[in-house]
């Protein structure tokens, strides 16, 4: 009985394996077709909407500790990690709206449970000290908001990748910046690679070695057609794109 039990759960976990399918990331929410900001509101509404595994989105750190989301370093034109937050509401975006807050990005995003909110910590230019400092500050927001099983991190920063699992052993944290090896990454204790595509090209053997070491992959930020068959084929866990519609449709079939 217990013989049958075991080749039974073994078998289950095969063919779980096996079928296991790509799923889409929509990378800075879904704006390039919907015609909204990246890193808006807008942008996360619509992705959830086009039911996406996850919606990635970007989060800096202000003069005076305030985490915000967007994707560069100034907000049309403010510098962000010299600015406060109150000053970065001196612009908005093109659809009226001014900057998220990551608080208010993950209480919009927390309103439904089926997309991941992938949240991504911007290196601060600052320095690693601010770095870290939005690490513990981003930590301390998640848990406020009891939105662990919801979000995970990424980093292109190794040191926040490293704080960011050791202020919360249970969180997801993938590194970003593509120079440490799959073997490496788990030496870390983190969850996987999260590669820009040239990374896996040029080190083919990756995918298959995180999977075999129980790692999570994503590649980004993958546009073309061609590209997204590629690591379809190739079994990557997750495609983070700028053409979400493009992406889903291909899924589908």
């Given amino acids: 009985m217990k013989a049958t039990l075991v080749i039974f759960t073994l078998l289950t976990v095969m063919h779980m394996g096996a079928t296991a399918q790509t799923e ?64 970065l509401l001196a612009k908005k975006h093109p659809n009226g709206e001014s900057i998220p807050t990551a608080e208010e990005y993950l209480k919009e995003g927390l309103k439904q449970k089926k997309t991941k909110l992938i949240y991504e910590l911007k290196t601060n230019k600052l320095g690693t000290e601010r770095t870290l400092k939005a690490a513990e500050l981003s930590v301390a927001l998640v848990k406020k908001l009891k939105a662990g099983k919801q979000v995970e991190y990424i980093a292109f920063s190794y040191d926040a990748c490293l704080k960011l699992k050791e202020l919360d052993k249970k969180a997801k944290v ?65 495609i983070t794109t700028d053409e979400p519609e493009l992406l889903n449709s291909i899924l589908k079939k």
């Fill in 24 to 87: 889409m990331i929509a990378h800075r929410g879904s704006w390039k077709n919907t015609e909204v900001p990246q890193n808006s509101i807008a942008s996360l509404n619509k992705a959830v909407e086009q039911k996406a595994w996850g919606t990635e989105f970007d989060v800096h750190l202000t003069k005076d500790d305030i985490l915000v989301v967007t994707h560069d370093q100034d907000f049309y034109g403010i510098d962000i990690a010299t600015s406060t937050y109150e000053e």
């Fill in 174 to 238: 993938h590194y970003l910046n593509g120079d440490k090896s799959p073997q490496e990454i788990k030496a870390a204790g983190l969850s996987g690679l999260d590669y820009h595509l040239s990374v896996y090209k040029k080190h083919p053997g990756w995918i298959g070695e995180a999977k075999k070491l129980g790692l999570k992959t994503n590649v980004w930020t993958v546009n073309r057609e061609d590209d997204m068959h590629h690591f379809i084929d190739q079994k990557i866990d997750y």
